[in-house]
């Protein structure tokens, strides 16, 4: 497949965002002198007193934590969205702004500090993936909920502060940029083809076979084409679902599959813990319908090179667009070389 | 001004691209027990002999740097893009993509290796407003060449590997994303209003004085309404410029004057050099006429409540959309009242 491009600088385009990403190929031999990061690789303790998020422990807020043993959410003590903040908006000549609900949770997947998704079991991975579809439900009823981001933020890079395995969840009332973009892209595929785009897309990446990272029977996860993060990777469901409340037990289980499976790759790639934050995108829960959604899980991880060296995404990044040094091929082809078992596992 | 709407959750609109910020003005006061940085204050010498970009030392390319006493610019030793990449394109189902072509520079600010914007003199910054319009006249003027970003990493947050007061410019066929955004709503604003968005926007900021930092006879520097980083600002010329080009010999000098005074309350805010990205947004270099374009210079730094806690944008922010603690207006407070000399400074 066309190797003069892919060996060239070039851009490739984002069919879910319409935007597109600078890709260096040639770029990945420059040397590093700058900051790196520190290699966390020691396992913890499996409960620490000082956690917060551990069971029996009591929070900053007061609370104390039940003595849990499945999965356990609950409101965050800080909650960057609130469900009473009163109607308000602004409009005064250039200045415009809307007062904004929302509630917002935090999910500990295990009672177990040391733990982390590809170190738990498949099943306990499924009982996370249950909490998730009960807080979509559940939150996504609420008055004011239109939308319900899921998403975990994993290592200290990651702006992680406590390593207790957990992720969080932000509803809120209106529908955030990121879903608005893909909205109207996967609106406009079907309004043309009446087809998932990413259904189209999923066909056409197990034809081609390059990008592919790992597949069970409900699940494939790979890389994107226009993938933004080295090793940025992507979940897709095979069958047409909009949101993760439409899995039955059994994609339930494929998904906690693939989850544990790309997590593992991804600790294996440079035998650490590996940072990313990851998220699901799927349709909003204000009532409409949005039968051209496709839902999915994304997984942006920051590092480059080495447990220690990660990608900066920053000034012409954020002036100009999106840069990336190895293509999404050469990503995926590292990563599918892996050990299938844990790399801090006995055979 | 509606204390209701600024003390409580909300959105607020960026008029220049078009999307939304939450704001979270609560939660300031949220434990932080995460990932600090290193603090760094202690200037260092001002030669260097294992500095890639002193005057008279070798890169790793080979090439030895000219004994430089005024900016110097050199084409980039891994530059991101390339003049000479063959022109090709892939439109294969669902995947797109196309070559790009380009020439990225490095401009060395100052021969000091202990300097940085902040500490150097008003006319030697005045040297590099000067450098800045050669390459972006001289670039731009290239064939292929339709976009020039200049920008700065500074600071090894931001992912700079070197400490030399430098700065970077990549050019290139296509005109970037965060580009073509601006270009969009300014040329809406301009169709309906036939004046400049920006131009019409700084008039309310001035009229309203919370979020100017400071002004002189030419250039504005302010904490925009829909900032997202926490001290985010960005210099506005008064006169509507549609790129630095335009600048005349008196303007470059307040230019550089609001750069030295921008960077010292940068610098004196938390006592440290303040890490930051910075760029400058203008027109493209295609031959088209943008008479809406209001050119100008941003900041997007990260640091959020010292020296060493930065703000993260991570999971939510990456999955749905920016997301800030502190507002714009506690921001410009803070900044306004530093003293005006830089803190590493007698009296
Ligand atoms: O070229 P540099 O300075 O080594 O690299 C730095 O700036 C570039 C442009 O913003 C980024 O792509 C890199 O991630 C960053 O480390
Ligand atoms: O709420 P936490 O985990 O303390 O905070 C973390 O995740 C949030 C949501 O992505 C970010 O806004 C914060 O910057 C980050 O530190």
Redesign the interface.
């Given at each position: 497949?066309?190797n003069?491009?892919n060996n060239?600088?070039?851009?490739?385009?984002n069919?879910l965002t319409g935007?597109?990403i600078?890709?260096?190929p040639?770029?990945t031999k420059?040397?590093?002198?700058?900051?790196t990061e520190k290699h966390n690789s020691e396992k913890g303790p499996d409960y620490d007193p000082s956690c917060y998020l551990c069971p029996g422990n009591t929070r900053?807020s007061g609370e104390t934590n039940p003595d849990y043993t499945e999965p356990f959410a609950f409101t965050n003590d800080?909650?960057?969205?609130?469900p009473d903040?009163?109607e308000?908006?602004?409009n005064?000549?250039?200045?415009?702004?809307?007062?904004?609900?929302?509630i917002c949770k935090v999910v500990c997947f295990s009672p177990d500090h040391s733990l982390t998704l590809p170190l738990m079991k498949t099943g306990d991975i499924k009982k996370v993936v249950k909490m998730w579809k009960r807080e979509y439900a559940d939150l996504g009823s609420r008055e004011n909920i239109n939308?319900v981001?899921i998403?975990?933020?994993k290592g200290?890079?990651?702006?992680?502060?406590?390593p207790h395995p957990h992720g969080?969840i932000?509803s809120?009332s209106?529908i955030?940029?990121?879903?608005q973009k893909k909205s109207k892209h996967f609106k406009e595929y079907w309004q043309e083809n009446k087809r998932s785009?990413l259904a189209?897309?999923l066909k056409?990446e197990l034809e081609l076979d390059e990008r592919i990272l790992v597949q069970n029977e409900h699940f494939v996860a790979l890389i994107p084409?226009w993938a933004v993060w080295p090793y940025e990777a992507m979940i897709i469901p095979r069958e047409h679902h909009q949101h993760i409340g439409q899995l039955n037990e059994e994609e339930e289980q494929s998904f906690a599959e693939i989850i544990k499976k790309l997590t593992i790759m991804y600790d294996n790639l440079f035998e650490t813990s590996f940072p990313y934050?990851?998220?699901i995108?799927q349709i909003p829960t204000n009532g409409k319908e949005y039968p051209e959604w496709h839902f999915h899980m994304?997984f942006?991880p920051p590092l480059l090179r080495s447990a220690t060296v990660k990608k900066?995404m920053?000034?012409?990044e954020?002036?100009?667009?999106p840069?990336r040094?190895i293509t999404a091929e050469m990503a995926a082809n590292t990563l599918k070389q892996l050990p299938e078992k844990h790399y801090t596992k006995e055979v």
């Amino acid at each position: 497949m066309s190797n003069e491009l892919n060996n060239n600088p070039h851009r490739r385009y984002n069919i879910l965002t319409g935007e597109w990403i600078l890709v260096s190929p040639h770029r990945t031999k420059r040397p590093w002198q700058g900051k790196t990061e520190k290699h966390n690789s020691e396992k913890g303790p499996d409960y620490d007193p000082s956690c917060y998020l551990c069971p029996g422990n009591t929070r900053t807020s007061g609370e104390t934590n039940p003595d849990y043993t499945e999965p356990f959410a609950f409101t965050n003590d800080f909650s960057a969205l609130l469900p009473d903040t009163p109607e308000k908006k602004l409009n005064d000549g250039l200045l415009k702004a809307e007062a904004e609900k929302g509630i917002c949770k935090v999910v500990c997947f295990s009672p177990d500090h040391s733990l982390t998704l590809p170190l738990m079991k498949t099943g306990d991975i499924k009982k996370v993936v249950k909490m998730w579809k009960r807080e979509y439900a559940d939150l996504g009823s609420r008055e004011n909920i239109n939308y319900v981001q899921i998403f975990e933020n994993k290592g200290a890079v990651m702006g992680c502060s406590n390593p207790h395995p957990h992720g969080q969840i932000w509803s809120q009332s209106s529908i955030p940029t990121e879903i608005q973009k893909k909205s109207k892209h996967f609106k406009e595929y079907w309004q043309e083809n009446k087809r998932s785009l990413l259904a189209d897309y999923l066909k056409q990446e197990l034809e081609l076979d390059e990008r592919i990272l790992v597949q069970n029977e409900h699940f494939v996860a790979l890389i994107p084409y226009w993938a933004v993060w080295p090793y940025e990777a992507m979940i897709i469901p095979r069958e047409h679902h909009q949101h993760i409340g439409q899995l039955n037990e059994e994609e339930e289980q494929s998904f906690a599959e693939i989850i544990k499976k790309l997590t593992i790759m991804y600790d294996n790639l440079f035998e650490t813990s590996f940072p990313y934050s990851s998220g699901i995108h799927q349709i909003p829960t204000n009532g409409k319908e949005y039968p051209e959604w496709h839902f999915h899980m994304s997984f942006y991880p920051p590092l480059l090179r080495s447990a220690t060296v990660k990608k900066f995404m920053v000034g012409y990044e954020m002036f100009a667009g999106p840069q990336r040094d190895i293509t999404a091929e050469m990503a995926a082809n590292t990563l599918k070389q892996l050990p299938e078992k844990h790399y801090t596992k006995e055979v």
